[in-house]
């Protein structure tokens, strides 16, 4: 167990040196048809300053005789997203915007830029049409489940009722070429009973999102200037739910202690996602997320119901729901430890089995059994996060499971804890 700890601490420690982060600086910085509004995007939250410190900070390069007169911050991210209100349009000449001196925060540490900060602004049509991709695209986007993120791995310590062992649970998910569409592993291991899934599957997705109130969206798109726009983002990030997601899959699901057990399985369902919304203040946020049905059909491959040879595959037919919520804080400079984030998460899904299928027998330690009706699986996850780069997350967490899952369904009570890396939420 020592050795299982200190090769995770050292992976961890590698991976944290590889993915350094990169500098601040402005992203984008559009000006609206009209040429009298400049919406400006830095790389990372701005620290709690007035926007009457950004205006005294703030020049316009090669526009001479224009003024900054107000700041404002947008109605969207407004501690990523500020707009520039200008005495007079901006010449067709290139313009550039700079700050003299810039305060903001990353890994929950306030930083103050030593140099001007400075960016070529965006001016005429093309800048309030970016303006409306960029907005559009980020409340179309669907957020992954835990089990969906590119990257979410995990080496643990497990408790159940008989020993405490080592265990893993890994889910990777590279996108293709098509965003919509992954490939994907995941994996669900322990070397305990009753602290082992025995679940493995393999296989492609290809995931759609369908956003609510489209009428809204498509305003947004003929949005004549850049303060309707923000209006706009304003109203839809007062609604609660987002929109809903269409996923179909292919997928070779095993047994992966012997792979005695192998399933083909297609699924499809649909899910109804939320946006993310505040809780408590500035900090705090949460979003969930509901499947009110989906549908798992497939064969049995290379098993018979007690576990041996068979050329006879035999039909699988599930049903299954499920929901889950997360909560998550971003770590404030009074934290006593370095942490950068915290989540609580409860993730389940329930299976109904319209045929009988194999079950692990905890006696026999031998898939002699079979068993159908309903079946779930719940996870509730506390993680607390110390490391955070352009694209993943490192830290701890600790998890009780319970309940079981395919293909050998094979009951889960238990603990853990142990390291964890995951992709954040826009990767």
Partial sequence: MRALLASAASLFLAVSSVYGQTSFGITAAQANRAGTQVSVRFSDPLADVGPHTLASNVTLEGAPGVAVTTVSLAALEPRMVITLMLSQPLPPSPVRVCFSQVTYIRADVQQ????PVCAAVVTGAAALDAAKAAALKVLTDTPATPDEKVLNASGFVTTASTATEGGGDVSVNP?????????FVRLKKATVEKGDARHFEVGASYRRGLPWNRAQLANMAAAPDVATLQQLLKERQSAVIAGTIVNFAMKLEGDPSTFDATNGVGEADYSIVTMTKPLFGKSGFWRGYGI???LEIGRKLGVDATGAATTEHDWIA????????KVFFKGTQASLVPITRFDFAVDGIWRYLAFDELNFNTTTKALDKVTDGAHGYVEVSLKAFFVETGKQRFGVKGAYIRGSLPPVFADVKSFQFGFVVESNDKD
């Fill in 112 to 115: 103050t830029t030593a140099a």
């Fill in 318 to 325: 599930r049903y299954k729901a499920g929901a889950g919520i």
């Fill in 175 to 183: 996108k293709l070429s098509d965003p919509n569409a992954s490939v």
């Fill in 292 to 294: 009110p049905g989906g």
